[in-house]
């Protein structure tokens, strides 16, 4: 590894690590938004893009539990899914 390359490296890292938090917290709103989106129609929200979001339903089941956790809910707010 050349001195540019450690250079460039530690460089990233000054600029990158005051934000890491905050990336990261970004990240993690954006996710909840998305499962908002994709649950929208379980939660009684009109969804006009349903039969997109239908889809990924099954991928949006293994993150349920973290996700209403983060709402500050204790239990899934879904009838029909259940995950604790």
């Not at 009109?46 to 039969?51: I, R």
Request: glycine share 6%; with cysteine.
């Amino acid at each position: 590894m050349s001195w540019w390359d450690r250079a460039e490296r530690g460089l990233r890292e000054f600029y990158v690590a005051p934000y890491r938090r905050v990336f990261a917290r970004a990240k993690r709103d954006e996710e909840d938004l998305f499962m908002m989106l994709v649950l929208s129609e379980a939660l009684g929200v009109p969804n006009p893009a349903s039969g997109a979001t239908l889809e990924l339903l099954p991928e949006m089941l293994d993150r349920m539990h973290d996700w209403h956790i983060r709402q500050g809910l204790d239990q899934s707010p879904l009838d029909g899914m259940q995950c604790c």
